[in-house]
């Protein structure tokens, strides 16, 4: 396949973003038919020093921690240490959330799994709600926080819903994470490595940072360009909602104690990230028998309105599923699988055209939502189609 196609298809979208400083510095790289077919670093990794980016550029991975763990999780179901099924509480006893009548319901793994069992998000709830007051963090803060604290937290707070009748994005992997390292007796960052990093053969991706200076420094939205990220940082996600802010602190990354967040923790590379995807879209076997990889890309929540995504959309295990095209107005094939980075990434997974795409940027929110990313998965659509 010519590569000038693409370059003339994504430059000029990847160009103007940069160029008018919405975003300040990514890597896009996207794979067709098993074959790269763009790869490109824009922009700078640090504004002020005015390092460019590089294509194996270090980002912190937010929410693209969701599908590795997610994968781990099904690779243990798999060989049997695990069930779907599992309460809960058979490896967490005291995580024992309540619904707001008092009563205690039971939640399952596959509720965590699939952002149905009633937990919430900081970022999604309004100032001086009980998740608040509860000091729970998002995996994206207060560094040196553990794990088996934060889920003390979490326990206090009251449910949204029943466990499965709701669809609620939240710290459902961080809580899978405390099953999976009760199941196995092992750390989630071994587990991740075992059945994630080493089959794919990562050197930078994990849950921790081995070559600091190819870290990315992160910026968050603001105007009339980005800032650089301060030490504890808040950022709003909907300008149609002010009050819902999601709080960063960018060296939690460095913090020795933090816990290794199932839903946030990872730091990693696009090119890393790109192998993953494509052994999930291809069903090579490599991390998981093609039927859990298909389910991975498959609606697992019914016909659960997925409000952060609007209508037409399910959840799969570890990202969006597109149920309706029309509906959801997008240009995607039924059956595409995708998600994005509150540090600012977005990924697509769209197994009928056999393609994969990963961006990572530095720049919160822009780069996983509105303009950019819109955007560009638009010129890829244009591209795909002639």
């Not at 590795?68 to 069930?83: M, P, T, Y």
Request: with cysteine; net charge negative; proline share 7%.
């Amino acid at each position: 396949m010519h590569n000038a196609t693409w370059q003339a298809a994504l430059d000029p979208v990847i160009d103007q973003a940069v160029a008018e400083q919405r975003i300040v510095g990514t890597v896009v790289l996207v794979a067709h038919h098993g074959e790269l077919v763009y790869r490109r670093a824009v922009g700078l990794a640090d504004r002020e020093a005015e390092r460019p980016m590089a294509e194996d550029a270090v980002f912190r991975l937010a929410s693209l921690t969701k599908p590795v763990v997610s994968a781990a999780f099904l690779a243990l179901v798999d060989g049997g240490r695990l069930s779907l099924d599992d309460a809960v509480t058979r490896w967490l006893p005291d995580f024992r959330p309540r619904l707001p009548d008092g009563s205690t319901p039971e939640i399952r793994l596959k509720h965590l799994l699939t952002h149905t069992a009633g937990l919430s998000y900081g970022f999604l709830e309004p100032p001086g709600s009980a998740f608040h007051a509860a000091r729970v963090s998002d995996g994206l803060d207060q560094p040196g926080l553990g794990l088996h604290e934060n889920l003390r937290r979490l326990a206090q707070v009251p449910l949204a819903f029943r466990p499965g009748e709701g669809w609620r994005y939240s710290l459902g992997l961080d809580v899978l994470a405390g099953a999976i390292e009760a199941a196995t007796g092992h750390a989630l960052p071994e587990v991740v490595h075992q059945l994630v990093g080493e089959p794919l053969g990562w050197r930078d991706t994990g849950f921790a940072l081995r070559d600091a200076a190819r870290l990315a420094t992160p910026y968050a939205d603001d105007q009339p360009v980005p800032r650089r990220m301060r030490e504890a940082d808040e950022v709003i996600g909907d300008p149609a909602f002010p009050d819902l802010k999601t709080r960063f602190v960018p060296s939690r990354v460095f913090a020795a104690g933090s816990y290794p967040s199932g839903g946030g923790g990872m730091v990693g590379t696009a090119g890393e990230m790109l192998a993953f995807f494509e052994s999930l879209r291809s069903d090579n076997g490599l991390l998981l028998p093609p039927a859990w990889s298909r389910a991975m890309r498959h609606n697992q929540t019914g016909a659960l309105p997925i409000d952060l995504q609007g209508p037409g959309w399910g959840f799969g295990y570890g990202g969006a599923v597109l149920l309706d095209p029309a509906r959801a107005q997008v240009p995607h094939s039924a059956g595409a699988w995708q998600w994005g980075g509150v540090y600012g990434h977005c990924w697509l997974v769209d197994a009928a055209q056999s393609l994969t795409m990963v961006t990572l940027t530095n720049t919160a929110i822009a780069g996983m939502m509105g303009r950019f990313p819109d955007d560009l998965r638009a010129a890829i659509y244009r591209r795909l189609r002639g």
